[in-house]
């Protein structure tokens, strides 16, 4: 909004251009849809205003996330779930997402390889995007490429991303259901996940489950869960001091997502597949549906949409913060003499911080001021 | 990598046809093209028509290389900018063929739309900057 507010010509141009776009889209062209996606992606003047036409549109689809480290399977389990919806009568969207090189953006998006059971259906919308680095805008393209997915009437929109660090985590926080794989004999990684992925599983696949160590796999993430859920029964005999914690206290705040009702919390399943034969496809189908209905039946599916969409706010909010100050910092010459001033100890960075968003604060603590 | 607000990133799709196994060269394109700072989506092997034109589409490429050692161009090329014309995607997808073209042939693949050809021989920096040049201007 921050574009094409003022009624000049260009801006009127620019909205009647755009709007077609959308037209097209939600009469069912693949093409208006990939274009869509190319203008989110690179936050092309207004697309903006096309994501908020979008927005009215959406809300029909089940939002899947798939994440687990590399190799773990995820694109041909993708593939499985996409062929299998399919011959339910479902119509799919996936948005894969790859690392993108830091040195020149470049990227090679491998994960269309892998969808080799829904070849020549166009049922099937698949689209790589690459993590280009952008400091959380990569979560808010992907939202808004769901948007796009859920607006042109897809039943299962399908997000897949390499599952490390806080930005991947971000981006699987938008789906609904939030699948983790993980390969068999990674005994370690089960150790890794523990920290941030762990949390926001709402389901586990042991994917390549006819490998050696895949009982393990399972049983050990079995154990994992019982020490999320229960902590005392583990309690004595393995003399891990710093998991056993008092069951009397902390434990009531520690459930997330926060469901004030009581409701019965979630206890994630685990599910052995060995993607690549399609077994136990059904087996995962028929879990993220349970989890699916817990969600409607719970009636943490709104909640869950009223933090997503105020999540959604706020990190628009602080984009466009970014940009403002941004600007601020523009058209004050720059941060270079500044940064010379602290690196000669005359002054220092949070006092840098200060003086520039000073003028800010005082025009805002005013405006509100003046409105009350 | 500070002024990604707003920045157009080239996308290419490279694609093999047909029964032809080699793939060799189209890594090394991919590789170049993603040194190059473009994002390359790459088909895999043994693709059929429509799959390179889904892939086209749905990724929404400004650059589809088409790559074919196995003498099959001139069935193959003509299908994929047919499927192209189909989604409305021909006119601002820039598609190239790399292989070995006959001489004879490369006009037929120039009529059918083909923008430019690349043989053996062809240079990677060549490839890049013809792209740089070419790649269709999106509205």
């Known amino acids: ?372 | 990598m500070s002024a990604e607000q707003g920045q157009r990133q080239i996308r290419c799709l490279v694609a093999k046809v047909g029964l032809d196994g080699h793939d060799r060269g189209a890594h090394v394109i991919a590789r170049a093209l993603r040194d190059a700072g473009f994002e390359v989506i790459y088909s895999g092997l043994h693709r059929s028509p429509d799959e390179v034109v889904q892939a086209a589409v749905q990724e929404d490429v400004d650059v589809l290389g088409i790559s074919i050692l196995s003498g099959a161009h001139n069935t193959l090329v003509p299908k994929i900018m047919d499927g192209l014309e189909e989604y409305g995607s021909r006119e601002d997808t820039l598609v190239l063929v790399g292989g070995i073209i006959p001489d004879d042939d490369k006009d037929r693949l120039r009529e059918a739309g083909v923008a430019e050809i690349f043989g053996p021989g062809a240079s990677m920096d060549e490839m890049i900057d013809y792209i740089e040049a070419n790649a269709p201007e999106r509205r």
């Open chain 1, 1 to 372: 909004m921050t574009s094409g507010g003022e009624e000049s010509d260009a801006a009127e141009s620019d909205t009647s251009a755009l709007e077609p776009l959308i037209a097209d889209l939600l009469d069912g062209s693949h093409r208006a849809l990939a274009r869509t996606i190319t203008k989110i992606e690179n936050r092309s003047p207004g697309y903006r205003e096309l994501v908020s036409q979008l927005h009215a549109h959406t809300g029909d689809a089940d939002v899947i996330g798939i994440t687990g480290s590399p190799g773990a399977g995820k694109s041909t389990l993708v593939d499985k779930l996409a062929a299998t919806y399919r011959e339910a009568g479902l119509t799919v969207g996936v948005i894969a997402i790859d690392p993108a090189s830091p040195f020149t953006g470049g990227a090679v998006l491998g994960d269309r390889i892998r969808m080799a059971s829904n070849v020549g259906d166009m049922d099937v919308f698949f689209r790589s995007m690459s993590a280009r680095g952008t400091l959380g805008g990569l979560s808010t393209a992907t939202t808004d490429a769901v948007k796009a997915l859920d607006a042109f009437g897809k039943d299962k929109v399908i997000v897949e991303t390499v599952g490390a660090g806080q930005n991947e985590v971000d981006i699987v926080r938008t789906a609904d259901t939030v699948v983790v794989l993980v390969p068999p004999s990674s005994g370690d990684d089960v150790q890794m996940l523990k920290a941030g992925i762990l949390e926001i599983a709402d389901l586990f696949v042991v994917n390549k489950a006819d490998l050696e160590g895949a009982d393990r796999t399972v049983s050990e993430l079995r154990e994992m869960l019982q020490l999320r859920d229960g902590e005392v029964e583990v309690g004595g005999h393995h003399g891990f001091a710093e998991t056993t914690v008092d069951v009397g206290s902390g434990r009531s705040e520690d459930a997330d997502d926060a469901d004030p009702e009581g409701v019965e919390p979630w206890d994630p399943p685990i599910v052995e597949t060995v993607a690549n034969r399609g077994e136990g496809i059904d087996d995962l189908i028929g879990a993220m549906d349970d989890h699916r209905a817990y969600l409607v039946d719970s009636g943490r599916l709104a909640s869950k949409t009223r933090t997503r969409y105020a999540e959604e706010i706020r990190t628009l909010l602080r984009e466009d913060t970014r940009e403002l100050l941004a600007a601020e910092i523009a058209a004050r010459g720059g941060l270079d003499e500044r940064v010379d001033a602290v690196a000669a100890r005359e002054t220092d960075p949070y006092s840098v911080a200060e003086d520039i968003l000073a003028p800010l604060a005082d025009c805002v603590t005013e405006r509100r001021e003046r409105r009350e």
